[in-house]
Nanobody, 123 residues
Framework: VQLVESGGGLVQAGGSLRLSCVASGFTFDDYAIGWFRQVPGKEREGVACFSKSETNTWVADSVQGRFTISSDNAKNTVYLQMNSLKPEDTAVYYC?????????????????WGQGTQVTVSS
């Protein structure tokens, strides 16, 4: 099982980025995928979650209306489209595989994590 994120970078406030999470070793049929972010010294925060079996998505209130999670099942890839970025969105963003198919952002329910991709939003 492997998850590889890409798409991070430096962007000005108000700009956009699209993060990709390519999964291998499993399919989305039996697992949910979550996006998390973490700033040094703070707890990991759940940002968005996708479940193919539940045909459902969820995004955190803090990014509602700005971030969208989607998937390309043929490519086994989950995306996080981030628009209207703010300096407070600066963090390392991780994708992870949940051990359950329901939507959850409790990190303890996730068993495999990517290496993370840095997103920096300048003011």
């Amino acid at each position: 099982v492997q998850l590889v994120e890409s798409g991070g970078g430096l962007v000005q406030a108000g700009g956009s980025l699209r993060l990709s999470c390519v999964a291998s070793g499993f399919t989305f049929d039996d697992y949910a995928i979550g996006w998390f972010r973490q700033v040094p010294g703070k707890e990991r925060e759940g940002v968005a979650c996708f479940s193919k079996s539940e045909t459902n998505t969820w995004v955190a209130d803090s990014v509602q209306g700005r971030f969208t999670i989607s998937s390309d099942n043929a490519k086994n890839t989950v995306y996080l489209q981030m628009n209207s970025l703010k300096p407070e969105d600066t963090a390392v963003y991780y994708c992870a595989r949940s051990t359950v198919t329901i939507l959850t952002t409790t990190p303890e329910w996730y068993d495999y994590w990517g290496q993370g991709t840095q997103v920096t939003v300048s003011s």
